[in-house]
């Protein structure tokens, strides 16, 4: 017997021991293996694969299933040479964990908020709280991964 979910209109079906838990491949590609590039192949990323990543990253739950991200992805030479760097927050993770899905590597990066701003944002209400390099990363070049804290120094249970 299988048990059914409507989801936006969508009917899911899962097999009766299905626990929604993502397989070991998915869980390396999503986080074991996945690592912060600073170096990238002369591969253009497709305007498909472009809007392929938004179409998953828009489904990510967020506070009263609003959507107040915006993006601007930084595609041509010119544009890449303006832009400087800085760090993100939810929807900036599942933008990450959606191009980690479709086989895309990144590397986010910290920067000057104002400069990126009028660079990119001119005339516009957008405020910048993440940037994120998106491609085919080079694994050759890519650093040795620094230690991660331990669940005792980085979490408490209450």
Wanted: proline share 5%.
């Amino acid at each position: 017997m299988t048990s059914t979910e409507q989801t936006l209109g969508q009917t899911i079906t899962r097999a009766p021991d299905a626990t929604g838990r993502l397989d070991e491949k998915a869980l390396d590609q999503l986080f074991r293996e996945a690592r912060s590039f600073s170096y990238w192949q002369d591969r253009p990323v497709e305007e498909a694969a472009i809007r392929e990543l938004y179409d998953l990253l828009k489904m990510g739950p967020t506070s009263a299933n609003t959507s107040p991200a915006r993006f601007v992805f930084v595609r041509s030479e010119d544009s890449k040479a303006r832009l400087a760097r800085q760090s993100g927050t939810l929807q900036g993770a599942y933008l990450m964990m959606a191009a980690r899905s479709l086989g895309l590597d990144c590397g986010p990066m910290l920067g000057d908020n104002e400069r990126i701003e009028a660079e990119f944002f001119p005339g516009r209400n957008w405020k910048l709280n993440f940037v994120c390099a998106i491609g085919y990363g080079m694994k050759d070049k890519l650093y040795p991964r620094l230690p991660r804290l331990d669940f005792s120094e980085a979490a408490v249970l209450l």
